[in-house]
């Protein structure tokens, strides 16, 4: 069974800030995957990463995915109060998704 | 843009009785899953679907759980006789091919079990 374990599970920063979100399995996936979810609404995929040690960047939100591909790391810069949500990884392991336990996130103006 | 879509958005029962969740999804899609979030938990795997067959399942869907793609449009959960820990969020996703990772959600279905 995989796991993946989310860090930190709750997060409030101020708007301006950095900050970074973890995501970690002591599996290897095929890919991994960051989804925002609102309340009351499915979740909508943000960004795969697929080849270890993949970099990608979208407007000030980067993604990382380990070079063992069992871990991966959000960093957003400049937090604004848009960014507040919930964020789950997942790893795709054949057809299966595994969901992350969530990191709440709340920018403060 | 397509999406997938999910009837009834709020569905309540009483324990024992089926229920029966209705999902569209995008449309030349080949697979398609459902996954359920339990208030507080984390989204949670119940079934991938292709080619009109059950392809993977978790230990979650057990008997009581069934799917179904009735018309090659149609994409359904029944739950046989729910349960109270039957109460939960349950999305629908489709993927187009193998060749891609992107599942498109549903908005879910929040079902309620008294």
């Known amino acids: 069974t995989q796991l993946l374990e989310q860090s930190p599970q709750f997060l409030s920063i101020q708007e301006g800030e950095n900050l970074t979100v973890y995501c970690n399995s002591s599996?290897?996936?095929?890919?991994l995957q960051w989804y925002r979810q609102e309340p009351g609404e499915g979740p909508v995929l943000l960004v795969t990463?697929?080849?270890?040690?993949e970099v990608k960047k979208l407007k000030r939100l980067t993604f990382q995915f380990g070079d063992a591909r069992k871990d991966s790391s959000l960093h957003i810069t400049a937090a604004q109060p848009g960014d507040t949500g919930l964020y789950l990884c997942?790893?795709?392991?054949?057809?299966?998704?595994?969901f992350g336990t969530g990191t709440r996130l709340t920018i403060i103006p | 843009e397509p999406e997938v879509t999910q009837t009834p958005s709020h569905q309540v029962t009483q324990m024992g009785q089926e229920v029966i969740l209705r999902c569209v999804p995008i449309?030349?899609?080949?697979?398609f899953y459902w996954y359920r979030q339990i208030l507080g938990q984390k989204v949670e795997f119940l079934v991938s679907?292709?080619?009109?067959?059950?392809?993977?399942k978790s230990e979650i869907f057990d008997d009581q759980f069934s799917v179904e793609r009735p018309d090659g449009s149609n994409f359904t959960l029944k739950i046989r006789s729910t349960k109270l820990e039957d109460s939960a969020m349950y999305f629908c996703?489709?993927?187009?091919?193998?060749?891609?990772?992107?599942?498109?959600f549903g908005p879910g279905t929040r079902l309620t079990v008294l």
């Open positions: 996703a489709s993927l187009p091919g193998l060749y891609t990772d992107t599942q498109y």
């Open positions: 990463v697929v080849t270890g040690g």
């Open positions: 997942a790893g795709r392991y054949n057809e299966k998704l595994t």
């Open positions: 679907f292709y080619n009109n067959e059950i392809s993977e």
């Open positions: 599996s290897v996936f095929s890919s």
């Open positions: 449309s030349n899609h080949l697979y």
